[in-house]
């Protein structure tokens, strides 16, 4: 793929989710938005968990205070509760690890503690009971804000906090209407507080999330331009020539044959000088399709500078890489590229093919064998493959 085409699709899903109020992560970036979520948040999830159970069942002594009648009730079944979440939360963090569901157990362990909670001040004589249902408005306010990866769960549990508590403080205080409008005056601003900044959290997990993805194409890009090609896709001669000299080194330590093909177009400035640099380009890009069919998973190859190109066999003796390069040629003879006004045109390589001596040469020794054997191709007649060896003899 050129580099023009190289992940644009994605880029541009990214950069419009940045552009909307919603900041909504594209779909087949769910999974990736919640492992990255996980990294960040899971163990502060945890942390906040723990810390809000601890503090519900201290809470419990503010219980015992403001409505005594029920207080060791109040202790027990808070303490109880606590230990239940809690253990529920250390199992979770241990053998499931969902940030998803780590988001929800806070909030979800708050709408149990709300419906417990209002059910000791309903339970409750003391006339404080009218005082201390405003109490209940740090549940919506705690709920709300321990939510950092989805929103729309935040609804769903304000919506389900806010009928508890509106049904527990309505029995509370025994359905007189003026109180109640009094509370709903109060519990409605905190909600709508609660929610804008529960949807700033999560507006702000998306954002950060969404703009190191698009850190991520710009790191991408950048690998992929300093090792290819930008016309053809392939890799250029500074990735090659790093690649090669491990891969042979790794060859010439387990004793295995590598080879080494340097192919040149025929005529390619006669190609340019008639047909124009737009055709020289599409034949450079032809001949690219080719190598990449023709050529096995493990071979490196890419253009070497020109109309010059470079491949790397692996584990492969000179025969076989006498019968790669006959196969290359003959593929490149019976390519074209169709040219407007002209139809389509044909063109012709030639390459050199040599066997790395680990022993007695160096990689640009090797280079410059397969080059000479390249060069004897073309003196030939062009259009052939020569060997190194054939040279020698």
Same mark, same amino acid.
């Given at each position: ?65 403001? =409505? ?221 399709? =080719? ?103």
């Amino acid at each position: 793929m050129i580099y023009q085409e190289y992940e644009q699709e994605s880029r541009l899903l990214v950069q419009k989710a940045l552009k909307t109020m919603l900041a909504r992560i594209p779909k087949q970036y769910d999974d990736e938005y919640l492992e990255y979520q996980k990294d960040l948040k899971l163990k502060y999830l945890l942390q906040i968990n723990l810390i809000a159970q601890a503090a519900y069942a201290f809470y419990s002594i503010a219980d015992w205070y403001v =409505i005594a009648d029920v207080g060791m009730l109040a202790i027990t079944t808070k303490l109880l509760y606590t230990a239940i979440i809690s253990v529920i939360t250390l199992y979770l963090f241990k053998y499931n690890r969902k940030v998803e569901l780590f988001d929800l157990i806070l909030p979800c362990s708050i709408i149990g503690a709300s419906a417990l909670w209002f059910y000791l001040v309903n339970l409750s004589a003391s006339p404080n009971v009218t005082i201390y249902i405003y109490s209940s408005l740090v549940f919506i306010v705690l709920a709300n804000l321990s939510i950092q990866v989805r929103f729309t769960p935040a609804l769903i549990v304000s919506l389900i906090i806010t009928i508890v508590g509106l049904i527990g403080v309505y029995h509370a205080i025994d359905g007189a209407i003026e109180q109640f409008i009094l509370y709903l005056l109060s519990y409605m601003p905190i909600l709508g507080f609660s929610l804008v900044m529960s949807w700033g959290s999560t507006y702000k997990s998306r954002s950060i999330f969404l703009h190191h993805k698009l850190d991520s194409f710009n790191r991408q890009t950048l690998e992929f331009m300093a090792h290819t090609d930008m016309l053809t896709g392939i890799n250029n001669r500074r990735y090659f020539e790093r690649r090669a000299k491990t891969t042979i080194s790794d060859h010439a330590n387990n004793d295995k044959p590598i080879s080494l093909l340097m192919l040149d177009i025929d005529h390619f400035k006669s190609i340019n000088d008639t047909y124009g640099h737009d055709v020289g380009d599409a034949v450079l890009k032809k001949i690219s399709d =080719i190598c990449k069919t023709v050529l096995r998973n493990n071979d490196l190859f890419a253009r070497y500078g020109g109309e010059e190109f470079i491949a790397l066999l692996p584990n492969t003796p000179q025969k076989n890489a006498q019968f790669i390069a006959e196969r290359l040629r003959q593929k490149i003879e019976q390519a074209s590229v169709i040219v407007q006004g002209y139809g389509p045109i044909y063109f012709t390589a030639s390459i050199g093919v040599t066997l790395i001596d680990y022993d007695n040469y160096t990689f640009n020794d090797a280079i410059k064998q397969a080059d000479t054997a390249l060069y004897a191709a073309k003196s030939a007649g062009r259009n052939l493959v020569k060997q190194a060896t054939q040279l020698q003899s």
